[in-house]
């Protein structure tokens, strides 16, 4: 068999063993024993349980290349849309349909804009689950093959995990001790019974991320189990720094401190210098040379890309572009000399303006053109949380030098006093991260509102923190199965 097909075979069986998202239980109960079957004959061996692991990566990287991968900028006003091409609304500027509700702040619970993120997570999950709980009965294979599965598969579940708590639960400062919801943290199959489990607080949510992340990083054995670029796959230097992006996100800001100086000191990285900065993001098929993690685009067996990030943020010609642009509001943060100011492609594209059609120029990111890959975590990031502990550990001129770091790479103005860091730290990761995924839950970890711009088209464009609206429903379907599933303040 394939490997492809095995991929295919593998999501098929767990996709009736999901946890929280099988719409009929007894339909499952039906299918499973035939299916549990097929589930152990693949899982019996090495081969198989490597396999069962690349397609949790597949999964992993198709489900945060969806709707979540704009999720944080779009909402947080770090973009915009881009002008209808054809057809009668020519030149319009409307929310696409897929996001609409979830950029007006009126997404339903009942057909959530991410509803498919959240149940693909869950389904991702139980991927790891599965192979968890077969790995120790390998019989072909040695303590460090086994090892290295148990740490990539913990990490993915710590992952899938730690982006459903950043969309579905308010920050880790909402309420003074985090007791407020988090999620329900699956940590077994449905090959062990059906169950119905509630919400953890948010707290005790983190701790069962740390607790994966902590065992992950401790089983980590360094062996290769993939053909495929090494920044493809999690390993322990990776992890790390997952761990310290949780624990600034926690407000722990020693840990924080030193598993992103671990990182920068010994991952064998450096940032990328400055005279190469524009021309590493803007590489055909290959990530920037700081990247920690970013999960390899598919392709079949000619070569051909099933699918980037260029559908999001992709300029090809004026008449083939993708829907999302940066914002004026992101565009006029950067200094006349900031390199990451000259990240982004300028096009004059038809717009509807009082009735008629005029050219106006948008910008659309260098960082995402041609066959870009899911840019989970970079060396950047690390300096940026180093600094945030700093800060929070009230070492205001360590803060500053590192912040000053990216400066200094972006050709841009440093800092020379100590005053306002919070504001600056802010403004900076907004700058180097954007469209990366993040400033939304940078807003939230802050606690700050959503101020969008002059060229936000939702009838809503600000919002006050604290709100149930930084965050999103549970879908329905999931509550309809599970009674003891709590739905979120306003949903």
């Known amino acids: 068999m394939t490997q492809t097909k095995q991929l295919k075979q593998f999501s098929k069986y767990t996709l009736i063993a999901l946890l929280l998202t099988c719409f009929n239980c007894s339909s499952f109960l039906e299918q499973e024993p035939g299916s549990q079957t097929s589930i152990t004959e693949l899982l019996d061996t090495t081969d198989g349980v490597v396999t069962a692991l690349n397609g949790a990566y597949h999964d992993l990287e198709s489900n945060v290349r969806g709707n979540y991968t704009i999720y944080a900028d779009m909402q947080a006003g770090n973009t915009t849309f881009t002008p209808t091409e054809t057809g009668s609304n020519t030149g319009q500027i409307t929310a696409p349909s897929n996001v609409e509700n979830i950029y007006n702040f009126t997404d339903l619970a009942d057909e959530s804009n991410l509803e498919g993120f959240y149940d693909d997570s869950y389904d991702i999950i139980n991927q790891t689950n599965l192979i968890l709980e077969y790995v120790d009965t390998l019989t072909d294979s040695n303590d460090d093959v086994k090892n290295q599965i148990r740490a990539e598969a913990l990490t993915i579940r710590a992952y899938a995990h730690f982006l459903l708590s950043q969309v579905y639960a308010q920050n880790y400062g909402f309420t003074a001790d985090a007791s407020h919801l988090g999620l329900v943290y699956s940590k077994t199959t449905l090959t062990n019974g059906i169950t119905y489990p509630s919400r953890e607080t948010l707290a005790t949510t983190y701790n069962l991320i740390i607790d994966d992340l902590t065992s992950a990083i401790n089983n980590y054995s360094n062996t290769l189990l993939f053909d495929g670029p090494t920044y493809s796959y999690f390993n322990k230097v990776s992890t790390q720094a997952l761990l310290a992006r949780v624990y600034v996100s926690k407000y722990d800001w020693q840990n924080a401190y030193d598993l992103a100086n671990e990182v920068i000191l010994n991952s064998g990285k450096t940032l990328t210098p400055s005279e190469d900065y524009i021309a590493e993001w803007e590489k055909t098929d290959l990530p920037i040379s700081e990247v920690l993690l970013e999960f390899s685009i598919p392709r079949d067996t000619g070569g051909t890309v099933g699918g980037s990030l260029s559908s999001s943020y992709g300029f090809t010609s004026t008449t083939d572009y993708a829907d999302y642009v940066a914002s004026e509001d992101i565009l006029n943060l950067f200094e006349t000399n900031d390199l990451r100011g000259q990240l982004f492609l300028e096009s004059n594209l038809p717009t509807l303006i009082?009735?008629?059609?005029?050219?106006?120029?948008?910008?659309?990111?260098?960082?995402?053109?041609?066959?870009?890959?899911?840019?989970?975590?970079?060396?950047?990031?690390?300096?940026?949380?180093?600094?945030?502990?700093?800060?929070?550990?009230?070492?205001?001129?360590?803060?500053?030098?590192?912040?000053?770091?990216?400066?200094?790479?972006?050709?841009?103005?440093?800092?020379?006093?100590?005053?306002?860091?919070?504001?600056?730290?802010?403004?900076?990761?907004?700058?180097?991260?954007?469209?990366?995924?993040?400033?939304?839950?940078?807003?939230?970890?802050?606690?700050?509102?959503?101020?969008?711009?002059?060229?936000?088209?939702?009838?809503?464009?600000?919002?006050?923190?604290?709100?149930?609206?930084?965050?999103?429903?549970?879908?329905?379907?999931?509550?309809?199965?599970?009674?003891?599933?709590?739905?979120?303040?306003?949903?």
């Open 354 to 491: 009082d009735g008629e059609l005029e050219d106006r120029p948008y910008y659309f990111t260098k960082k995402f053109q041609d066959n870009p890959g899911f840019v989970a975590i970079r060396l950047s990031e690390m300096y940026l949380i180093r600094a945030e502990a700093s800060l929070g550990l009230e070492n205001l001129e360590d803060c500053k030098d590192d912040i000053n770091i990216l400066r200094n790479r972006a050709n841009t103005t440093l800092l020379t006093e100590t005053t306002n860091l919070e504001d600056i730290l802010l403004l900076e990761r907004r700058k180097e991260m954007c469209f990366e995924a993040q400033y939304l839950f940078d807003l939230a970890r802050f606690q700050q509102n959503i101020v969008r711009g002059a060229d936000c088209v939702s009838q809503t464009c600000n919002l006050i923190y604290p709100s149930g609206k930084y965050i999103l429903p549970i879908p329905d379907s999931n509550i309809e199965l599970n009674s003891n599933l709590q739905q979120n303040d306003t949903y």
